[in-house]
């Protein structure tokens, strides 16, 4: 059975303790004084059309296919497709976060990396750092204001882009008041609900012309990534199909979208 946010949050609090125990924070910190490369994830999603951010996990129960899991292979097909960015996975419930998925998955191909896991805690945001993540993505649901601030301001530290999710009004308030530059409207259901692109249609006009938005999941095709731009989306959070054929078809089919005239309307070209 699905976890739900109470439980996510005591697992993950109980994963940090442990790792923390183990390698203290000023340690991580101390790492991360050390410079590297960075891939700048809001220069990739700029631009009159719909960018694409193709997302990598692993396989759930029932998932078919010929994609070998192996994320430096996934990356470069979806990097030669046409995507703009990779997201990654990294949260296993069975064996906690598994950040060197996002080292794997950035190892060869140029775009940059979320790294899209449940983030309770700015010692994620670090081991985040030091696995390679060119941004991490936080969700609101997961944190309260006071912690989201936090979390945003070790991301800013480490110069990583913070991706920040929200599901509804009230988390997109927290998200604006945390001054957010890049908000993600998940369509995804949460236990019991349905994926519902309606959530981008209904938030994505109170989101400001100079954020950038991005629409993730609930996109079976054409037709609904052009309902997303339509509303305002600069950017599409999607999981291509498990077979690299089809998932490179399925990138093809979504580009050259227009992206609902946000670029006009901000800042960007």
């Known amino acids: 059975m699905p976890e739900n946010a109470d439980e996510i949050i005591s697992r993950k609090r109980a994963e940090v303790a442990l790792a923390e125990a183990e390698r203290p924070l000023h340690e991580l910190a101390a790492a991360a004084l050390q410079p590297r490369e960075m891939r700048n994830l809001e220069a990739s999603l700029i631009g009159a059309e719909l960018r694409l951010i193709a997302e990598i996990r692993r ?49 060869y191909m140029p775009l940059p990396v979320i790294c899209w896991d449940a983030f309770v805690d700015q010692y994620q945001v670090y081991q985040a750092w030091e696995s390679g993540a060119d941004a991490v993505a936080l969700s609101v649901a997961l944190v309260d204001d006071d912690e989201l601030a936090l979390l945003l301001r ?20 927290s998200a604006l008041a945390a001054q957010a530059g890049l ?9 019991g609900d349905a994926d ?22 609930g996109v079976s095709g054409r037709v609904d990534a052009e309902r997303v731009a339509a509303v305002g989306a600069d950017a599409l959070l999607f999981d291509p199909p498990a077979d690299y054929e089809l998932a490179r078809e399925a990138i093809r089919d979504l580009r050259h979208i227009a992206a609902g005239g946000r670029a006009q309307r901000g800042s960007r070209a």
Do not use: W, Y
């Open 154 to 173: 070790a991301a800013g530290k480490l110069g990583m882009a913070a991706v920040v999710v929200v599901r509804d009004g009230l988390e997109l308030e």
């Open 183 to 191: 908000i993600c409207i998940e369509n995804r259901a949460l236990p």
């Open 196 to 217: 519902d692109l309606t959530r981008t249609e209904r938030l994505a006009p109170h989101v400001p012309a100079e954020s950038l938005l991005i629409s993730a999941h």
């Open 59 to 107: 396989p759930l129960d029932g998932d078919v296919g010929d994609m070998l899991f192996d994320p430096r292979i996934i990356a470069q097909e979806f990097s030669g497709a046409g995507a703009a960015a990779i997201s990654v996975r990294t949260d296993d419930p069975q064996v906690g976060s598994e950040f060197h998925l996002v080292r794997r998955a950035r190892r």
